[in-house]
């Protein structure tokens, strides 16, 4: 069957994206799979199990805003073209957890906020113009940001908001050389993806659907892979025992409840937050519009060098 529509995903290559991914492409034999892909990902296509013709990668380091401009414009030249059809679905699922507030990219970010909010507005705002009528798009979040004992199962620490012009730059958490500063930039940095699904849905009404999606608390993943090996062993080993109760949801369901939320389309009011599988009310905390009127502006401010003029499409 030729290919009718474009689903594009980050984070794709393992865990919860690798799962849904997997599945789009054994359920959806209408959809071309395009994947962002860190530079060197061995064997992408290959993990998936499905026709090669049927998914593309394309080089995309989420830590780089330069990276994500300059993959923005390679898909969108492959939309132009009509090597792929046009962008249904955008499942922006790539994240990163450090063990400190101190990580820099080379754009000199804080790089949890960099990979989790900027590198999303980047894809966002550049391939609007790229997708199909209606179009969907998805941010994998966090009930992280709660920031309760109920949600965070005393894991990681509640976010800490402060001027976003702050959190984008390294050390905005106390003690921010501990692993606790690296999990509160974390759950932030969810929160702030929540106000910004608000904001598309308000900024391009008309233009297609945004969601929240909330796999709840998923061990096993590799989200943890940068902290102790003591940690490690807990998460690989211990806490997937948890999915057996409500308390945690196993990588295979989180994937399929991703998969359901990337089609969900109008089925959930634009700028919802889907909770495994249910639309519910994200935080309190996370209807403040005079947040999200600042974060906006922010990441506006922080990405126009990969957005205006200057960066026209060669």
């Known amino acids: 069957m030729m290919a009718e529509q474009t689903v594009l995903m980050t984070g794709a290559t393992r865990g919860i994206g690798h ?29 998936f199990g499905a026709d090669p013709a049927r998914v593309s990668v394309i080089d995309a380091d989420l830590a780089s805003m330069g990276s994500m401009q300059a993959a923005a414009f390679h898909v969108a030249a492959l939309v132009s073209d009509g090597v792929v059809p046009p962008i249904r679905v955008m499942a922006l699922n790539g994240g990163v957890q450090h063990t400190n507030a101190l990580t820099v990219t080379e754009d000199g970010f804080e790089s949890t906020f960099a990979v989790n909010v ?30 309760d004992l109920r949600h965070n199962l005393g894991m990681v620490p509640g976010p800490r908001w402060a001027d976003p012009q702050t959190l984008v730059r390294p050390g905005a958490f106390p003690r921010p050389a501990r692993a606790s500063a690296g999990r509160m930039a974390y759950s932030t940095s969810k929160l702030a993806g929540i106000y910004l699904v608000h904001a598309y849905s308000r900024h391009f009404a008309g233009d297609g659907t945004f969601h929240a999606y909330n796999p709840g608390f998923v061990p096993a ?16 080993r211990i806490m997937p025992l ?3 109760s409500p308390l945690a949801t196993s990588a295979q369901r989180a994937g399929e409840l991703l998969t359901d939320a990337m089609f969900a389309g109008n089925a959930a ?5 889907i909770d495994r599988g249910r639309v519910v009310d994200s935080s309190p905390e996370s209807y403040d519009i005079g947040r999200e009127t600042e974060l906006w502006d922010a990441v506006e401010s922080l990405t126009a060098p990969f957005l205006g003029p200057d960066s026209a499409r060669q």
């Open 242 to 244: 948890l999915t057996l």
């Open 19 to 47: 799962v849904a991914a997997r599945r789009v492409l054994a359920e959806s034999p209408q959809s071309h799979l395009l994947v962002l892909a860190r530079p060197g990902t061995p064997d992408v296509v290959r993990s």
């Open 221 to 236: 993943t590799g989200l943890a892979r940068e902290a102790a090996a003591p940690a490690r062993y807990v998460m690989r």
């Open 269 to 273: 009011p634009n700028g919802a937050y």
């Open 118 to 147: 900027l590198a999303n507005h980047v894809l966002i705002r550049l391939l609007r113009e790229d997708a199909a009528p209606a179009a969907h798009t998805v941010v994998t979040v966090s009930d992280t940001h709660f920031g």
